[in-house]
């Protein structure tokens, strides 16, 4: 039991300090009369802290540069069949906020079928980009290469299947609800970026074409998708992918402050059950602007026990009225991005 424990600690304490605090600003730009956005964005719900629903068809704008710069990632959806998407400003042509909100530091995962088609039509041959182009400096794209179904004699893409080489863990073999998914845009892309996924199985005619990557250009980060997530078969690929890629889009935790040692980072009693009040204590070498807080092991945020304040060198206590059903809890302490985690047992 010890041991289980302890790995759950560890498990969900890393979990919680990679996805737990990233606020989201979810663009539909889609169109969509199926609900397909709606489902994807509330499997957000639990894995972000927070997810913020904009729609560009209603707004009848994207979002500005300003406003997507008040949240840490923005996840933007183009749907199933892209036409006149927002994301190139509804007129085939550089969105000029996404690449003012980019060139200032921001994150970007683009998802969706026809994205590339929508701004660059029908082709015959691959159309290359080079410096200077949206796609090729900011996406990562250097080719825009084929489209299932319309590539593939009306087959349309089985799977996407993450690359065995991806930096990224943890993904899932993606599926659908229908057997193929119609006008998934394959790509070639510059050395400097990633493949996240590739098109399969092996019996595809087009397996191990890039359909999906992230690109990190020294600025902006930016995972482009060119197929629908919102119509990945079951919730449970679709909160598996986004678990990673919310980890992909978080920063490595500080180390510029080092948070006491175990010992001085202690929870009392415990177990314990819903009418014994629970002390936190602890110990800081230094002062350190942090806050604890307290989530259950679907990593869903239960309560602050202290909101993000300066915490002065020295002790400290804080409790917790456990007015929760009976399980395991996560007590999470996080100063300056450092995180420490400690399990507790509701009886």
Not at 28 to 34: H, I
Not at 196 to 221: H, R
Request: proline share 4%; glycine share 6%; charged share 20%.
């Amino acid at each position: 039991m010890r041991k289980f424990l302890l790995a759950l600690s560890l498990f969900f304490g890393l979990q919680i300090a990679l996805i737990g605090q990233v606020s989201v600003l979810f663009v539909d730009d889609s169109a969509d009369l199926y609900m397909n956005a709606e489902t994807f964005a509330a499997n957000f719900d639990g894995i972000a802290e927070s997810v913020t629903y904009y729609d560009c068809i209603l707004e009848g704008a994207s979002p500005t540069a300003m406003m997507m710069a008040e949240y840490d990632l923005v996840v933007w959806y183009a749907g199933a069949s892209g036409i006149d998407l927002y994301f190139w400003n509804a007129s085939d042509q550089d969105n000029p906020e996404i690449a003012s909100y980019l060139d200032n530091g921001g994150q970007l995962w683009l998802t969706g079928n026809d994205i590339l088609f929508d701004r660059y039509g029908s082709f015959s041959d691959p159309i290359s980009f080079d410096q200077g182009t949206f796609v090729y400096d900011y996406l990562g794209v250097s080719s825009f290469d084929l489209e299932t179904y319309t590539s593939d004699d009306e087959t349309g893409l089985p799977f996407a299947i993450p690359d065995e080489n991806s930096s990224i863990e943890n993904l899932p073999i993606l599926n659908w609800i229908f057997s193929t998914l119609w006008y998934v845009d394959g790509v070639s892309i510059r050395p400097e970026a990633e493949t996240i996924y590739l098109m399969g199985d092996d019996a595809y005619v087009f397996a191990d074409t890039v359909c999906g990557l992230a690109y990190d250009n020294g600025t902006s980060k930016v995972a482009t998708f060119f197929f629908d997530m919102g119509l990945v078969a079951d919730d449970m690929q679709s909160q598996s992918t986004i678990t990673a890629m919310l980890e992909y889009f978080t920063p490595e935790p500080s180390s510029t402050v080092e948070i006491a040692e175990e010992d001085a980072f202690t929870t009392s009693p415990n177990p314990a059950n819903r009418e014994t009040d629970i002390n936190i204590e602890l110990d800081l070498e230094q002062g350190a602007s942090g806050q604890i807080s307290v989530w259950n092991i679907h990593g869903q945020k239960m309560t602050d026990l202290s909101p993000r304040s300066w915490l002065p060198a020295g002790a400290h206590t804080f409790t917790w009225k456990p007015q929760v059903p009976a399980g395991t809890y996560l007590v999470q302490l996080e100063l300056e991005g450092k995180v420490s985690t400690q399990v507790i047992v509701i009886e």
